[in-house]
């Protein structure tokens, strides 16, 4: 059974032919799929997905990129729902320095205060940080008791940032762009473990190549396979297994 670790399927993407692409995934041997939450005008949909695909696993929390001026509402949304049901885990949640820096100080208290919601309901969490690697690193090391546990999705740092997540108890993120030719990030992962891994394609975004298509969805995780056999000198059904006992180590159910 492969897992997609990290899949937004609920957005409007997916809406005419999501059947379909559940199907699909089934066919490619992807049973089982986990659902970030974005923020809370996306919760809806994501809940209503779940209901129709139970193989669809919700998360919960508030997206770096989503922390605004009402940050503290949409935070008091995101407790509120932890509260009244159970999740797989809290994401996704982080910082990104990429897309705009003016809620820094807003997306660091965010980010702190969704790893304590993490500890408290003794959930995982999954780290957004698009160019803020260092920084979210080192905000789960000052925090870490043992208790924490997560994934650092879409891993693209170096080496040592790779080894210091893995000391800190938390997984790689691994998908699309682990096959493009100019990002690098094929060249770290050859020096990973693989046990230290979990899939994830980020759905609808991030296609693998070669030939990247505008949409992505969970069944092309079978490209992200292919590459990392070759990067790894590891069989598919190796990959697919160890990959699926992480996801199965890191999430509530």
């Known amino acids: 059974m492969i897992i997609d670790s990290h899949a937004h399927i609920y957005l409007p993407e997916f809406e ?7 199907e699909k995934a089934k066919n490619h041997g992807v049973h089982q799929i986990y659902m970030p939450n974005i923020d809370s005008s996306t919760i809806h949909q994501m809940h209503a997905v779940e209901k129709k695909f139970p193989q669809c696993k919700s998360m919960m929390g508030l997206h770096p990129c989503y922390v605004k001026e009402n ?9 509120s729902h932890l509260q009244k049901r159970d999740y797989a885990a809290v994401g996704e949640i982080g910082i990104d320095l990429y897309w705009d820096k003016t809620f820094v100080k807003e997306q660091e208290f965010a980010f702190s205060y969704q790893i304590g919601l993490a500890k408290e309901h003794n959930l995982s969490f999954i780290i957004h940080s698009r160019d803020s690697l260092d920084r979210t690193i080192q905000m789960v090391a000052d925090r870490q008791d043992g208790s924490l546990n997560g994934i650092f999705h879409c891993f693209n740092g170096t080496v040592d940032q790779g080894k210091k997540i893995i000391d800190l108890g938390f997984y790689l993120g691994i998908g699309g762009v682990v096959t493009y030719k100019n990002a690098g990030v094929d060249k770290v992962v050859a ?11 980020d759905s609808p975004y991030l296609s693998p ?8 969805e969970p069944s092309r995780l079978s490209l992200v396979i292919d590459k990392m056999e070759v990067l790894l000198d590891e069989d598919r059904e190796t990959i697919e297994r160890i990959t699926s006992q992480n996801c199965k180590k890191i999430f509530f159910y």
């Open 16 to 22: 005419e032919d999501l059947d379909a692409i559940i």
């Open 71 to 79: 940050y503290k509402e949409e935070l008091n949304t995101i407790e």
């Open 191 to 201: 020096q990973l473990p693989l046990s230290s891994m979990v899939l994830e394609t």
């Open 209 to 216: 190549g070669p030939k990247r298509i505008k949409r992505n």
